[in-house]
């Protein structure tokens, strides 16, 4: 990669910035390879959210005086740094929500449960995790709609012309993952876009893996709906976001009744605010998205393209590192990929491993990863998944190799 | 590497490279099968009971070190024991494991203690308790989140087998008659209600069975009564099973599945037979497939139904006939 060339992340002034890296875990130095469960946070994170509450904590779009008005703006702030970071042609089609399961779930009660008709169908893929799963399953349950699956390949790539062909008119949804979770393959999104665009299927994209990897543009990509959770994305828990085009937006009634989503109140009834805020019934989580933004403009600061550069240098070591040990099963070998690397061992339990390994200091995920029908896809009931980020240095990737192979006698 | 961590002593990864109680029983009295949806880790365990005590415990499955060395400690721990002390035990290794309790009677699964520091991992360990405890239940699933979940039709009380004696004549023959005759046979699928009336046997009948030698009459018992019988003759090199018969209200529960196995077992091992025998009415195609899916086959040799004789009922039919059906044990 050519355009790559001359961006040097400095990995040792970035993990400077993250405090709780520096710990240790057992007696060892934490190795952290959990980022895709959650990511963890920058100080300038931690200190805007602590900086909210010692300086400035007060209700949002309710309150005139000072307090308030500097809470509101740094919540709307949060707002305005999400769309430009996504590339959301307006601030007012970013609806801020708990994360991407609620994200999801808003599409699927607000906009497909009151479209949907028996013999509708929703497409989904294998690789899906379950906050895009179980919301049309329910929806599906509700309206009489099926579920439809398009399936991926055994490197664990979409099928994209099997995609294409499910296509039918019957379809009035299509789901699917911007990166996949377990596998960290890349869905060629804009691709799939043009796809659903042509027969009118509007597409929703779950991009909770994609927002800390990728750039994503969402003017480019062509999706109709775009979720993602910023917990993942360095900043605060109980933060994400829905994208959806303003005309869509419009259509969608509230979901949520409360304070903030209404323009007038009467008993004999409500006439609500426009999107987004008809989307955020109730005080939102004000510090969590002060956090986010400050995430965001940490970010911003960092050179991306090193910082792309630096994770696809991290994704080869570790995936030629552990091909090369006998009795390692990888799980997911796409082409197009972001750090994350599914694996079992020979003999040796996840669960076991994974605990052994948190023994040496090193925090992996051993489990489902809330991809049941990805599981089924492989024939397994679980996998061990390292994921990295930015943050992490080939140096760990050389730890964790060599107490991986230091545990497994013990299960010899 | 000496030191694996508290959740690793030496005990416990021992137990996990080489279990004890590993694999499946010939003939169980209950087994159930167990899930910890956690991780999809499954476990089965066998029981043989014999007078409402564990006389013989295996487990399989793919399943995690934690889960396997429990369930093997666990085997070594409760043999010689009725439901009610491993509920007793149970309970005491689960407070064991959350720290509010000593590991007093628990032998080797005090080495356990690491699930103190290992909240996230107890339910691996809980799965063998889980699983022993539905399998004494008479259930057959279970998970460490609802603890059991009752797939039977019918939940069926923990129970043991013994030979009936003289005493036992008169509840053989009810046991029978409900399972074959009248309406309330039709509760249960082996009614022949619509073949026969009459008698299918009666106290005579019974009496010759337990008087002849080489003749058992298994009964199924638990706390609630007879829940199940057969008759088990060793015929020569064969052995002949017949008068099987299982409270209607409890088939389909797997009850009848153990009594065969122990008949086959009782054949095999106390007498050395090399084969068991059977008849069954031809036009029972559904009897027929549930003995097929037991390693039971038909051999086309028929006999002819005792028409005329009233000891074995009354035909509403005229086409009935016995055909053999026969297992290599």
Redesign the interface.
Known sequence: MNNLQGHVLDVARVREDFPLLARTVHGKPLVYFDSANTAQKPRVVIDAVDRYYREFNANVARAVHQLGEEATAAYEGARDKLARFLGAPSRDEIVLTSGTTQAINLVAYSWALPRLRPGDEILVTTMEHHANIVPWQLVCERTGARLRVAPISERGELVVERFVEALTPAVKLAAVAHVSNVLGTINPVAELARATRRRGIPLLVDGSQAAPHLAVDLRTLGCDFYAMTGHKLFGPTGTGALWARREILHDMPPFFGGGEMIREVRFEGTTFADPPHRFEAGTPNISGFVGLGAAIDYLGGLDHAALVAHERALLDHLTDTLRAVPGVRLFGEAAHKVPVVSFLVDGAHAHDLATLLDHEGIALRSGHHCAHPLMQFFGVPATLRASLAFYNTHEEIERFVAALARVRTLLA | ?D???P??PQLV?EH?RNPRNRGRLDACTHAADGVNP?????LRIELRCVDGRIAELRHSG?????TVATASMLGELVEGLDAAAVEVLGGRFAAYIEGRGDAAGLEALAAMAGLQQ?PA?RK?ALLPWATLRAALAGSTAATTETEIRMHARTAIAPFAFRAATDADVEAVVDLVQSAYRGEGSKQGWTTEADMLDGRRTDAAGVAALLAAPHSKVLLAESADGLLACAHVERQGDAAYFGMFSVRPRLQGGGIGRAVLAEAERIAREEWACREMQMTVISIRDELIAWYERRGYRRTGQYKPFPYGDERFGIPKRDDLRFELLVKAL
């Open positions: 590497m030191d694996a961590g959740l690793y990864l996990r956690l991780c999809g880790d499954r793919e399943a995690c070190a934690v290992h991992r691996c």
